[in-house]
């Protein structure tokens, strides 16, 4: 069938100096000609027109673009609209593209979804595209750019064309035994996919690096009542997020704000101080908490530097993943000087701003080794993880019987089909015809 031709607000929604209109599908050109009068601009040249409506009236005047298909973003016919960015313009404009033959309103994601179907961006890329979209801090910039510029889909693809060339010569000592073929195809294809399955196993095991990055960094304030936990998270976030009182357990329920810090996301957590408590609503502010603590990526652990001990709540919280803060220095440091459970104990003040800036390099740094960027592509979301973890099972299945020679010829070429499908369901391209392809180019079976 052919596809209706869509379209819909490109730019945000209200008010605004310019808003864009995109058209896309077979229909494009003549309802821009019955906007224009016929007066089309060139290919890829913007033009300043007048748009009337069916009756003549004057709707607006703007820059008009004109990008034929097979050169533009979806594919396909597409045509743009910068328009003025006022309420009753783009009624207008809508009012006059509703009554054309051939037009409907798009449906979310549709243009991306064109874009896909016609081979102009693979899955990961469109989902880098939304990222792009939706990025906060310039790490997630960065991260959806490179994911939308393809850098995630190639490796992908990189590695499914292996799997795929490995599955041809397999299948081809298979079904061609009667055709001149090179010797050993089968034992030559088993060290290759243990090494690719080595390489598929180094990139899952980022610590969730590219997911955190896309979602934020989960940091949890955690300690003792009346230690400081709500100061410290209005003093990062730069603003009264949270109720400060001297009042022991004001703070019943976890309180998040978002931040950038350094250009990387992190979504900050203020819990409930850690105590017994015959209160049911506290109790279950402490529970909350320790949850917390507990999902948490990096936990701020508050210790009361007037205090000579740190109760055993706060201090089993102490570990690998804890920065811990002796707050309220300013009144005097009765706590150990040197570390706890190993872990060095930042001096600060947040009432005097003591020792905050120290605090801020630090946590930096602990944000940057967890979800710093490097130099090679991340996985973002987790069906990338889950479909990598199945192309990983059915490798191992396929060496395991490589190795004990127990494993038919069938089976095994089986294993290696389901580890390219695995691998195709995450750009979204999964084609039996590159599997011809690669049989008939590298064997020439019929000659």
């Known amino acids: 069938m052919t596809p209706q031709t869509i379209y819909a607000l490109s730019s945000a929604p209200g008010r605004a100096g310019v808003a864009v209109i995109r058209l896309s599908g077979p ?9 224009t009068g016929g007066n ?14 069916d009756s003549g009236a004057l709707l607006d005047e703007g820059m008009v673009l004109w990008f034929p298909a097979p050169h533009s973003f979806t594919g396909e016919d597409v045509a743009e609209l910068q328009v003025h960015g006022g309420r009753a313009v783009l009624a207008a404009i809508f009012a006059a593209l509703a009554k054309l033959p051939g037009l409907r309103l798009a449906e979310p994601g549709e243009f991306s979804r064109r874009a896909f179907e016609n081979g102009k961006l693979d899955l990961t890329s469109a989902e880098g595209l939304g990222d792009l979209i939706n990025a906060e801090t310039e790490a997630q910039r960065r991260q959806a750019l490179r994911q939308m510029q393809g850098a995630l889909g190639q490796l992908y693809e990189g590695w499914r064309n292996q799997l795929t060339r490995a599955l041809a010569h397999l299948e081809a ?3 061609f035994p009667d055709e001149d073929l090179p010797e050993g ?9 243990a090494r690719l399955r080595e390489e598929i196993a180094a990139h899952l095991a980022d610590n969730r690096r590219g997911e955190r990055l896309r979602d934020g960094l989960m940091v949890a304030i955690v300690g003792a009542p009346n230690v400081g936990k709500s100061s410290l998270l209005n003093a990062l976030a730069q603003r009264e997020a949270a109720i400060v009182s001297d009042i022991p357990g004001t703070t019943r329920d976890v309180i998040e704000v978002h931040l950038d810090l350094g250009g990387y996301p992190v979504v900050l957590a203020d819990t409930a101080g850690l105590r017994e408590s015959a209160d049911s609503i506290e109790s279950e502010g402490v529970a909350r908490a320790l949850k917390r603590a507990e999902s948490a990526d990096l936990k701020l652990v508050v210790l009361d530097a007037t205090q000579k001990t740190v109760p055993p709540e706060t201090a089993s919280l102490i570990d690998a993943d804890a920065i811990v803060i002796a707050n309220k220095v300013d009144g005097g440091n009765a706590l150990p000087v040197g570390d706890i459970n190993g872990r060095p104990v930042l001096p600060v003040s947040v009432r005097a701003n003591t020792g905050m800036t120290a605090l801020l390099d630090v946590l930096e740094q602990e944000v940057i080794a967890r979800i710093g960027l490097t130099g090679s592509a991340t996985l973002t979301r987790a069906r990338h993880r889950e479909a990598l973890t199945d192309c990983i099972a059915a490798l191992d299945r396929f060496v395991r019987g490589a190795e004990r020679h127990n494993t038919s010829a069938e089976l095994a070429a089986e294993d290696v089909r389901l580890a390219a499908r695995a691998l ?8 039996v015809e590159d599997l011809l392809d690669v049989i008939f180019r590298d064997f020439c079976i019929g000659k």
């Open 27 to 35: 229909d494009a050109a003549d309802a821009l000609e019955a906007l």
């Open 40 to 53: 089309l601009p060139r290919p890829r040249s913007a033009g300043l027109r007048k748009l009337k409506d």
């Open 173 to 175: 000592d298979i079904d």
């Open 185 to 193: 195809v089968a034992a030559e294809v088993r060290p290759q996919l």
């Open 424 to 431: 195709g369901r995450i750009t979204g391209r999964i084609d």
